[in-house]
């Protein structure tokens, strides 16, 4: 479809959607400086700046679908973010930053090659879903981690999570490294207001510490942005409880055999 549906139903059910396949190039998409409900058309995945690269974003613009996102960081680096392919029969939200109305198509290059020839899916890391699809909306997060723990977050498997009031996850990510500072690219799923809390967690030894943080979930909300993202602090203490366990896990004893020989 060329635009994005939502569709809410009481019961598990099949859609099935039925017409010929369109030549991508020949559909123009027209981008207003809101939200914009966009479909993808084309029959193969492709990788987001490769399936872009007819528009020009303006920096700070952000896609999403329902459990991921990117954003346009600039000709250098171009589209960042936990979106990394995009594959048909999935809608999208597009906020333009432009201070007017913008036209792109998707490209026909790439529509035929191999589905999964250059494709990263999301979330393809069971480890890091939640449920998503048990809301019908999102916010979006650019974290910058203030790292004072004397390691790389990224190298360790380490990512950051939010949690409701009930315990449920609401959204949770590995953190990536990105010139040098690490950043950390959250969706968190909701319908109404919330607060949520904030957590470190260790994919290693499945493990989640508490940084004390409260986070109000707004609907379609975007915190931060990749110039002044929004600052997630590492305390000393809880640094020193990371790394005192990470030194403990890296100890090895070998065992000293006796003999009376």
Same mark, same amino acid.
């Given at each position: 479809?060329?635009?994005?549906? %939502? ?59 329902? !459990?991921?996102?990117?954003?346009? &960081? ?52 069971? !480890?890091? %879903? ?7 909306? &999102? ?123």
């Amino acid at each position: 479809p060329l635009y994005l549906y %939502k569709l809410k139903k009481t019961t598990n059910d099949t859609l099935i959607i039925r017409g010929t396949v369109p030549n991508p190039s020949s559909k123009t998409i027209t981008l207003t400086p809101v939200w914009n409900w966009i479909g993808y058309v084309s029959i193969r995945n492709q990788e987001i700046n490769a399936a872009l690269a007819a528009l020009t974003p303006t920096v700070g613009d952000i896609i999403k679908n329902k !459990y991921s996102f990117a954003t346009y &960081n600039g000709v250098s680096q171009g589209w960042i973010g936990s979106l990394k392919t995009l594959i048909p029969g999935e809608g999208f939200m597009y906020k333009s930053l432009a201070a007017s109305n913008k036209t792109f198509t998707w490209p026909f290059v790439g529509m035929f090659e191999i589905a999964n020839k250059t494709a990263t899916r999301t979330e393809q890391d069971p !480890y890091w %879903k939640t449920d998503h699809w048990a809301f019908n909306s &999102n916010m979006t997060i650019i974290a910058d981690v203030e790292n004072t723990c004397g390691f790389d977050f990224s190298k360790e498997n380490f990512g950051l999570g939010f949690k409701d009031r009930l315990g449920n996850w609401r959204g949770k990510n590995p953190i990536t490294r990105i010139g040098g500072n690490d950043y950390n690219f959250l969706t968190l799923a909701g319908d109404e207001p919330d607060t949520l809390s904030c957590y470190l967690i260790d994919k290693a030894k499945d493990q989640i510490y508490d940084l004390h943080s409260k986070l109000n979930f707004t609907p379609n909300a975007i915190l931060g942005n990749m110039d002044h993202p929004y600052r997630i602090v590492l305390s000393s203490e809880l640094c020193k409880i990371v790394n005192k366990e990470e030194l403990e896990e890296r100890i090895i004893v070998n065992p000293v055999v006796f003999s009376n020989d």
